[in-house]
């Protein structure tokens, strides 16, 4: 009876990447800290792609969502300089100054021309302290898939602000009732979408442009001598300031907001997204990917690193990394000027992704001979859910390994034993994530995680 019901599914793929590339690099001159280095260079590239899903996927006739078709292809020339240039060295108050640059022209078939800068500057003042700065510009062009991609379907848990469902906007706001209306809602208030989920139509865009970015980075790094020279094998202290914007990003616009905004503000674009029966019910919100306007980041990363010289008892080891995210908010269009929402400290849900101010990794190590163990904690800051304002609270994670590199086989084999969440700590429920009312892009599944490696070095 079931090979009767079923059949055998058949897709197909294909992807092409053809690379040619001239390379010259070579020095040309000294200055007080060195040569002077240089680089040029060109590249073509054909890129194409293709996936065909069985007949009856593409017909809709089996389990899953049915999935279409897609196949394209584009072709880009690249040149390129760069040049290096260490000024300074092993004098008063510059142990070294060194400067760089570079300039990248891409001319794509799909969209065009580009050209990026980029520069940076690396000045140690005395030969334990490094400061750099540098300034970036990239462009990402769009995937195969992100432009040619056929259009599915997935099912969005996701409340409608146009139900008349106790505490929706619909009953609690008269100009988000009046939106509604004109969006297609029954004026009666029959209209009640039970809990559950909303159908989302995903997708490809032929008409992407491609993202462009400018990157800011200030920082530094201290690695004392007298701990090198002293109870210490290696000490070290980095902390670096960073500062990310990007312009028309690729993304899908939420439905979440889509809706909102639709119902708040009667936004022509976001309630022409969404497509409704005539009760009122959502059909479709279309999902398909956009140049959505821009995202801005800004944070502050710091590494800590110590390791013990040998003692009786071993070596031992310290290493603490630390971000603390100072902003992150996307900006997206709408039909006058744009939108923008903040993200950190929020869990957006759907796509599930967290945002937490401050994340936190520290590893203890110990080595004695040919056994090592490793103590790790893994801390995340409380975020809250930016549709319902729940919030999730902070969770730490232990994690410990025990391993051992026989000597006398060499050092090459290691045996090594770890558990992972090992005090099974559950991730926090989230009820507007997508899939197991917790986020998988930020928490561990969840449960203790066991392994047995066994490698060899050659």
């Known amino acids: 009876m079931l090979g009767f019901i079923g059949f055998d599914e058949r897709a197909s793929s294909n992807q092409v990447l053809n690379d040619y590339t ?7 001159f000294d200055l007080p800290g060195g040569p002077v280095g240089i680089a040029i260079g060109y590249e073509h590239r054909y890129q194409s792609g293709s996936f065909t899903p069985d007949p009856l996927i593409q017909a809709g006739l089996g389990a899953d969502i049915p999935a279409q078709a897609a196949r ?88 409608d602000p146009c139900s008349n469902v106790a505490g ?33 139509l995903t997708g490809g865009n032929a008409a992407l442009q491609p993202e462009k970015a400018r990157t800011l980075l200030f920082g530094g790094a201290y690695s004392p001598a007298w701990a090198r020279n002293g109870f210490a094998s290696a000490l070290s202290l980095e902390v670096n300031y960073y500062d990310v914007r990007v312009r028309d990003a690729i993304a899908a616009i939420s439905a979440n907001v889509l809706l909102g905004r639709c119902a708040l503000t009667g936004d022509p674009l976001s309630c022409g997204a969404t497509t409704r029966t005539a009760n009122g019910f959502v059909s479709s919100i279309s999902g398909l990917l956009l140049n959505t306007g821009g995202i801005q980041t800004r944070g502050i990363d710091a590494t800590f690193t110590l390791r013990t010289r040998e003692t009786g008892a071993g070596v031992f080891g310290l290493s603490v990394i630390g971000n ?47 056994v090592t163990a490793s103590v790790t904690g893994r801390f995340i ?51 507007s994530c997508s899939l197991n009312n917790y986020d998988p892009t930020t928490y561990d599944v969840p449960g203790r995680f066991g392994y047995l490696r066994l490698s060899y070095g050659l």
């Open 324 to 370: 603390y995210l100072l902003s992150y908010q996307e900006t997206v269009p709408a039909t006058n000027g744009t939108t923008t929402t903040r993200y950190q400290g929020t869990e957006r849900g759907s796509p599930d992704q967290a945002y937490p101010r401050f994340k936190g990794l520290a590893t203890i190590d110990w080595a004695v001979g040919p």
């Open 168 to 200: 929706s906007l619909f009953r609690t706001s008269a100009t988000a009732r009046a939106n509604c209306i004109t969006d297609g809602v029954p004026a009666s208030g029959s209209y009640a979408e039970p809990a559950g989920q909303l159908p989302v």
């Open 72 to 159: 394209g292809s584009f072709n880009v020339d690249e040149v390129y300089g760069e040049i290096r240039l260490p000024i300074l060295k092993d004098v008063p108050f510059f142990s070294s100054l060194e400067l760089n640059g570079a300039v990248r022209h891409s001319n794509y078939s799909t969209f065009g021309g580009n050209t990026t800068l980029t520069g940076s500057g690396l000045w140690k003042p005395v030969a334990d302290l490094l400061l750099r700065g540098s300034y970036a510009e990239s462009v990402r062009a769009p995937s195969i898939g992100e432009l040619f991609g056929a259009q599915s379907r997935f099912d969005q848990s996701l409340p």
């Open 381 to 431: 800051d409380d975020v809250r859910e930016i549709q319902n304002t729940t919030v999730l609270k902070e969770r730490l994670y232990g994690d410990v390994q025990l391993g051992i590199r026989p000597a006398w086989m060499d050092s090459r084999f290691a045996l090594t034993l770890g558990v992972n969440n090992v005090f099974d700590q559950d991730p926090p429920a989230c009820f």
């Open 22 to 28: 001239a390379n010259l690099s070579g020095q040309l």
